[in-house]
């Protein structure tokens, strides 16, 4: 074999070695674009992934402080509801105690009318209740200055009438001077304690105590007929 056939040869083998690389380098360009774009496309779906994660929480963040919200202006409204109610029945009982004032007011002892005979019959019905509550031989009652007179003129008949209800000797009531109940509420004492009548009776070592006041005893109905009164006006009954 002449140097031009040797040439010729190598010259082929280098042709093909070339062409083999370009071959080579051609698919690993492609395979390499091929795991760009799949490495890419993976990218992406990472980051949308992430987003629709991200716009998910924030709009449950929304719905949920939507939520709040509107719990909130509920709660709002139905506290505005129940004030306005409140205030309607306060306003009922602040009526009755004013009524209360036309029971026990009176003239003075020297004009004794007939509203100052039906207070009186009040007071010793008061007395007796509270005596028979007591159920003590010797007890002590206060009751305001004003009604000093009328409970001392209605104590004897107060006694024999619990005696005969209670088959016991009359009771020994001892009327306290020293320390009366607060006066009728007025406008000079609009914020100090006040008393719109009736009696409080205890025992001698003031260890058992029986508020019969006209304002005890208006608390205590007003508590109990609550619900009643509630279902009048709104309509519903409330515990």
């Known amino acids: 074999m002449n140097d031009a056939d040797v040439s010729k040869q190598i010259q082929q083998m280098v042709r093909f070695i070339r062409q083999e690389a ?4 051609n698919e690993i360009s492609i395979s390499a674009e091929e795991e760009f774009n799949i490495e ?6 990472a980051e949308k992934k992430k987003i629709r994660q991200e716009y998910d929480r924030k ?8 939520k709040i919200e ?18 309607l029945v306060n306003s009922m009982k602040e009526a009755a105690a ?26 010793k019905e008061l007395i007796v209740q509270s005596l028979l509550r007591l159920k003590e031989p010797a007890v002590l009652l206060r009751c305001r200055k004003d009604d000093a007179h009328l ?25 306290d001077h020293k320390v009366y109940l607060p006066p009728a509420p007025s406008h000079h004492h609009a914020h100090g304690p006040s008393c719109s009548g009736g009696v ?17 005893r208006l608390d205590v109905a007003f508590r ?16």
């Open 40 to 45: 890419k496309l993976q990218l992406v779906e």
């Open 70 to 87: 509107y719990s909130m202006q509920l709660n709002a409204s139905r506290i505005k509801v129940l004030q306005a109610q409140d205030d």
């Open 98 to 123: 004013k009524e209360l004032l036309n029971v026990s007011h009176h003239h003075h002892i020297l004009n004794i009318t007939h509203h100052d005979h039906a207070y009186k019959h009040l007071l």
């Open 151 to 175: 409970v001392e003129s209605a104590l004897e008949s107060a006694k024999e009438e619990y005696a005969a209800k209670a088959n016991v000797h009359p009771p020994d009531i001892i009327v």
């Open 200 to 216: 409080v009776l205890a025992s001698i070592d003031g260890k058992i105590v029986c508020e019969n006041t006209l304002d005890a």
């Open 22 to 25: 370009e071959e080579k380098a």
């Open 224 to 239: 109990k007929k609550l619900p009643e009164i509630r279902k009048s006006l709104y309509g519903q009954a409330v515990a």
């Open 59 to 66: 709009e449950k963040q929304v719905e949920i402080r939507k």
